[in-house]
T-cell receptor, first 111, second 116 residues
Framework: TQLLEQSPQFLSIQEGENLTVYCNSS?????LQWYRQEPGEGPVLLVT?????EVKKLKRLTFQFGDARKDSSLHITAAQPGDTGLYLC???????????FGTGTSLTVIP | GAVVSQHPSRVICKSGTSVKIECRSL??????MFWYRQFPKQSLMLMAT?????????EQGVEKDKFLINHASLTLSTLTVTSAHPEDSSFYIC????????????FGDGTRLSIL
């Protein structure tokens, strides 16, 4: 099992604020994904990053993969109530390229 | 897009019962399927990886005799929780992947298992 630590674990902010979620590990991953999950549903893929140092943008979300491919960050600009959810990073490792999920960040955006 | 269906979405049963959960890929062939377990407000924990036609590979700490996984076809994998007890209550999620290891995973909507 590859350990991916996310911080913060819980985050409650006002609408319009910016935030950053971090995903850190001592292991190197061939790729890393970010997901958002609503209660009682499966996770929904937001982005996949593959190259060290890669930056991807998805509207108000900016994702970065660390140069050494051990860590990643998710930055949300001008958060909206619809951004509320559980954000999960997942790193690919092992012979079957299995994805191991991070510890999760529960985000609440208050209107 | 690729769709993965899980059934049932929710099950409530008595302690000692064995429960089977199905994971189907509806519009693609899933050579590999993954089973995860998730406790409330926690992340997904990988339980096992199954490849069609071969035995599942279980993660450390997961009892293979407790959680039986069968992946007999390219569109169906099943997870059977044998002699379930209240501590087995959890949210179980499957994902499926076609082709090579670089292909994306597609997740089901999960099964909420409650053991009384």
């Amino acid at each position: 099992t590859q350990l991916l630590e996310q911080s913060p674990q819980f985050l409650s902010i006002q609408e319009g604020e910016n935030l950053t979620v971090y995903c850190n590990s001592s292991s190197v991953f061939s790729s890393l994904q970010w997901y958002r999950q609503e209660p009682g549903e499966g996770p929904v893929l937001l982005v996949t990053v593959v190259t060290g140092g890669e930056v991807k943008k998805l509207k108000r979300l900016t994702f970065q993969f660390g140069d050494a491919r051990k860590d990643s960050s998710l930055h949300i600009t001008a958060a909206q109530p619809g951004d509320t959810g559980l954000y999960l990073c997942a790193g690919a490792s092992g012979p079957g390229n299995q994805f191991y999920f991070g510890t999760g960040t529960s985000l609440t955006v208050i209107p | 897009g690729a769709v993965v269906s899980q059934h049932p979405s929710r099950v409530i049963c008595k302690s000692g019962t064995s429960v089977k959960i199905e994971c189907r890929s509806l519009d693609f062939q899933a050579t590999t399927m993954f089973w995860y377990r998730q406790f409330p407000k926690q992340s997904l924990m990988l339980m096992a990886t199954s490849n069609e036609g071969s035995k599942a590979t279980y993660e450390q700490g997961v009892e293979k005799d407790k959680f039986l996984i069968n992946h007999a076809s390219l569109t169906l994998s099943t997870l059977t929780v044998t002699s379930a007890h209240p501590e087995d209550s959890s949210f179980y999620i499957c994902s499926a992947r076609s082709g090579t290891v670089n292909q994306p995973q597609h997740f089901g909507d999960g099964t909420r298992l409650s053991i009384l």
